[in-house]
């Protein structure tokens, strides 16, 4: 079992930034593939980023690309995702998933699921 904590959402303002943390628990697996999905009132869930814990490659959402990155410290089981540059259509609750299989979290059908994390940004 993974567990995954997420911290660091909160309330800004468009064109301010924000750095969120997903911490793994339990069986940190070195082949974890992690990333952040979120879900705006109204929507879907939708992938956001991924990274790969072994070799720190990334893929990011279309509508993320250039603005957020991830990063990654295998020391600390942590990932990061900066965002800079908000925008009210950023505003969602992000959760941090995990899984073995990058096509299964691509998916959007990971095994492992955070609590999640309120981002909100005002205009």
């Known amino acids: 079992q993974v567990r995954l904590v997420e911290s660091g959402g909160g309330l800004v303002q468009t064109g301010d930034s924000l750095n969120l943390s997903c911490t793994a628990s339990?069986?940190?697996?070195?082949?974890?593939?992690m990333g952040w999905f979120r879900q705006a009132p109204g929507k879907g869930r939708e992938f956001v980023a991924v990274?790969?814990?072994?070799?720190?490659?990334?893929k990011y959402a279309d509508s993320v690309k250039g603005r957020f990155t991830m990063s990654k410290d295998n020391t600390k089981n942590t990932v990061y995702l900066q965002m800079d540059g908000l925008t009210p259509e950023d505003t969602a609750v992000y959760y941090c998933?995990?899984?073995?299989?990058?096509?299964?979290?691509?998916?959007?059908?990971?095994?492992?699921w955070g609590q999640g994390t309120q981002v909100t940004v005002s205009s």
């Open positions: 998933a995990a899984d073995l299989d990058s096509r299964t979290l691509l998916r959007g059908t990971p095994t492992y």
């Open positions: 339990g069986r940190t697996y070195s082949a974890l593939v």
């Open positions: 990274i790969r814990r072994s070799d720190g490659n990334t």
